[in-house]
Every structure is written in structure tokens, then in C-alpha cells.
């Protein structure tokens, strides 16, 4: 069975105070991982996608990375703005999307 | 922003009585979605659609059916709404097989059975 993990539940970051969320998986024909930023009262966006191990992505103050059994997210010096919930994905060879609970960042001033 | 369209986006309904939520794209997906979500259970899926007339379950789906009978509306029908489900419902779509196969999200649909 599918299955997320990720950890922490909740990171209350001070504003430049980097840190990582983590994802780990287990999924039966990985199509690929993605990574969510979910506002209060909002819809999922989408932010990333890995395929393989190694690979990595950026974005602004975020930078996501894989290996065969977890993904980290990274955020470098963060704003404010940056504050939200944080939601990893695996897609299974049927179509699926296997989502984690998230990461709930508030990152204070 | 994806052309996904739910409606409505807030219901407040009575148990026992029947609910249908929509969902209306203008991307042309295959692949469409509806999950559930519920503090401390994260997103969970219900049913999901890879074409027209073609569903299946997800891991929560006793209680609800499902129907799309175009490309552009996937339907979800709460036979006899109960308390469980109440819960925010959010419809994703996916170009699933093609090189981007990232969910899209739709805004949600607050639903509260009294």
C-alpha cells in the first residue's frame, strides 16, 4: 500500500532561519513526487516535480531534492510569505496521487 | 491559474438528504480527481477518472458516487449525506501521460451536513 510520511507536523521558523521538511515514501511504480504550498481557505498549488533520484529542483527560497525513499524540501532564509502548509505527493503508476498530512511553516518576523 | 471550476463552493445540507458537487475544467485533462480533507487526515481520495465514463475508487469512497459523462464535469454524489461527511472537497485534474503530470487543484467546496 501507498503510503507519506512527513515530518514535522508544524516548524515555527524566525524570519532568514533555514531549515528542511522531509517526505519520506513507499509507493508501487513511482511516476513522480511533487511538492504543494496550501494557503488557509485555498486549493493546493503546485510547486514541483521529481522524477528520479538526484534530481533536484529550485524555486525562489525553496529547493527540493530526492532519493529512493524520501524528499526533502528547503527553505533558505525564509520570509513571511513563505509561511503555510507544505504538501508532498507520490504518483503511482495507475494515476494516483497518495498525498502526506504536510508540514504547517509559519515563519514569524 | 488551471481552468477548474467547483461549484458550489460552500453547501450546508440536512443528513439523509442527497448532495451532488461539481466539477468543471476547461484544460482538457484526462485524469480527474476528487479528494477530501479533514484536519490531522490530510488530503484523501475518493474516486478518481482517467476518461470519460471510466472511474474507480480511492480509499475513502463508501458513501459517495461518481460520474463523468464529459471530458469537462466530473460529478460527485453523496447519496445520503451523514455528519462524516462533513469536510472540505477539492476536485485536481492531471494531464497523466504526457511529460507534465502535476495535479491541479480546484478552490474547494465547503460542505457542512447538520
Known amino acids: 500500500e501507498d503510503q507519506v510520511t512527513q515530518s514535522p507536523e508544524a516548524l515555527r521558523l524566525q524570519e532568514g532561519e533555514s531549515s528542511s521538511l522531509n517526505c519520506s515514501y513507499t509507493v508501487s511504480g513511482l511516476r513522480g513526487l511533487f511538492w504543494y504550498r496550501q494557503d488557509p481557505g485555498k486549493g493546493p498549488e503546485f510547486l514541483f516535480t521529481l522524477y528520479s533520484a538526484g534530481e533536484e529542483k529550485e524555486k525562489e527560497r525553496l529547493k527540493a531534492t530526492l532519493t529512493k525513499k524520501e524528499s526533502f524540501l528547503h527553505i533558505t532564509a525564509p520570509k513571511p510569505e513563505d509561511s503555510a502548509t507544505y504538501l508532498c505527493a507520490v504518483q503511482d503508476s495507475w494515476g494516483k496521487f497518495q498525498f502526506g498530512a504536510g508540514t504547517q511553516v509559519v515563519v514569524t518576523p | 491559474d488551471a481552468g477548474i471550476t467547483q461549484s458550489p463552493r460552500h453547501k450546508v445540507t440536512e443528513t439523509g438528504t442527497p448532495v451532488t458537487l461539481r466539477c468543471h475544467q476547461t484544460?482538457?485533462?484526462?485524469?480527474m480527481y476528487w479528494y477530501r480533507q479533514d484536519p490531522g487526515h490530510g488530503l484523501r481520495l475518493i474516486h478518481y477518472s482517467y476518461g470519460v465514463k471510466d472511474t474507480d475508487k480511492g480509499e475513502v469512497s463508501d458513501g459517495y458516487s461518481v460520474s463523468r459523462s464529459k471530458t469537462e464535469d466530473f460529478l460527485l454524489t453523496l447519496e445520503s449525506a451523514t455528519s462524516s461527511q462533513t469536510s472540505v472537497y477539492f476536485c485536481?485534474?492531471?494531464?497523466?501521460?504526457?511529460?507534465?503530470?502535476?495535479?491541479?487543484f480546484g478552490q474547494g467546496t465547503r460542505l457542512t451536513v447538520v
Open positions: 485536481a485534474i492531471s494531464a497523466v501521460g504526457t511529460v507534465n503530470t502535476e495535479a491541479f
Open positions: 484544460e482538457n485533462h484526462r485524469y
